[in-house]
């Protein structure tokens, strides 16, 4: 380990965010002999996994998922669980001997007055000086909700899918699952599985759905071959696979997307891989229905002008980045609220500051952390060799 390298201890590179792409960075550096201080602004690493449903399992292989420097136990099997992934997050930590500190929460990044380094301001009135700053805060960071008309005087229930955690409490009622990307198709199934009386899904637009695995190969490896090739072709290609490995489900109410899947993917759409939807669909036991429109005392108005009464309304909507108050003010978001560079680059506008984690690629995102991690801990050492 080169320990000579000059990022003394007031300076060290501090990453904000105690999730897998933060932990990845800092081990990295670490093995580069660099200095890094992971700050989490909650108790302990991995918060966001800890938040998810308890039915959550990796959409990616075991092997594939593996942070840099320790793989996943074999005891894991081949799908790793989110309590799993808690116990590995920790044990990754913990085998790297990562510097964190929690219960710090970065509120604002700028450049020192020297503009030799980057001044960080947390809670507490804390100020903390560093040669370089990886955000890391992850991409599903803000619950995201419409602003559907009368949703704020809605007698039912209505939850951002963050909140969910098993279908205990919605057995014997009647629940709307609003979105159909991977969170939203799976809470559908749990609510089934786990008894609720009805389970509708409502789509805006209908998604591309994929096998995880066919006769043994993961979707996962797939979107690793194709993701270096031309749209159009991959599109084609998706096109014969699904008619081949997905039933039509038109009759129920899921018919095949008319745009292409990679041109999906381009605009930031992954997938949704099955782990149950197709048969539910098939049964009847969950009911696609037209996207939500508003709500209206206790109805929930939909697109195509039906109300219905659920008991339960779970939005899967998504999130949002969140990184408007942190570095907004640097020019290094796009209008989206993403980084304009990621990795191991960064903007002229902003030199030392690194964004990890802000994509949701068709190869997985841990293993696009990974890769991002060792790219700027190479960066961010040949900067520091640079300023001895």
């Known amino acids: 380990m080169a320990s000579d390298i000059d990022l003394t201890n007031d300076r060290p590179v501090y990453v904000i965010g105690g999730g897998p792409g933060g932990l990845a960075v800092a081990a990295a550096l670490r093995a580069q002999g660099v200095r890094a201080v992971v700050l989490e602004k909650s108790e302990a690493v991995g918060a966001s996994w800890r938040r998810h449903y308890d039915r959550l399992h990796l959409h990616t292989t075991r092997k594939l998922s593996a942070l840099p420097g320790l793989p996943m136990p074999r005891s894991f099997g081949r799908w790793v669980s989110r309590d799993d992934m808690v116990r590995y997050l920790e044990k990754y930590a913990e085998f790297h001997g990562l510097e964190i500190v929690t219960g710090v929460e970065i509120t604002g990044i700028e450049r020192s007055a020297d503009a030799e380094s980057w001044l960080l301001h947390g809670t507490g009135g804390r100020e903390l000086t560093g040669r370089a700053v990886v955000v890391a805060t992850g991409y599903s960071h803000t619950p995201r ?19 969910y955690r098993d279908p205990a409490p919605y057995k014997g009622k009647d629940v709307l699952v609003v979105g159909v990307g991977n969170t939203g198709a799976e809470i559908a199934v749990d609510l089934v599985e786990g008894g ?25 490896r797939t979107g690793m071959l194709v993701r270096r090739l031309p749209t159009r072709l991959v599109d084609r290609a998706g096109e014969i696979m699904s008619r081949i490995a997905v039933p039509d489900l038109a009759a129920q109410g899921l018919p095949r997307p008319d745009t292409g899947l990679y041109s999906r993917v381009r605009e930031g759409a992954i997938p949704v891989q099955d782990v149950g939807l197709i048969a539910a669909v098939r049964k009847g036991r969950v009911e696609p229905v037209a996207a939500v429109e508003s709500f209206d005392d206790n109805k929930v108005v939909l697109a195509d002008g039906s109300r219905i009464s659920p008991d339960a309304v779970i939005a899967a909507t998504g999130y949002r980045r969140g990184l408007e108050g942190l570095v907004g003010h640097l020019g290094v978001l796009d209008d989206r609220g993403l980084p304009v560079v990621r990795g191991g680059r960064t903007s002229e506008r902003a030199p030392g500051l690194y964004f990890t984690g802000f994509t949701n690629p068709i190869s997985g995102m841990l293993r696009e952390l990974s890769m991002d991690a060792e790219r700027i801990a190479k960066v961010i050492k040949s900067q520091a060799l640079k300023g001895r």
């Open 196 to 220: 609720a009386a009805r389970v509708r899904l409502a789509i805006r637009t209908v998604p591309h759905i994929v096998r995880r695995s066919t006769l043994g190969w993961p979707a996962q």
């Open 145 to 163: 909700v419409p602003s559907w008309p009368g949703a704020r005087e809605y007698g039912g229930e209505l939850l951002h899918a963050r909140e």
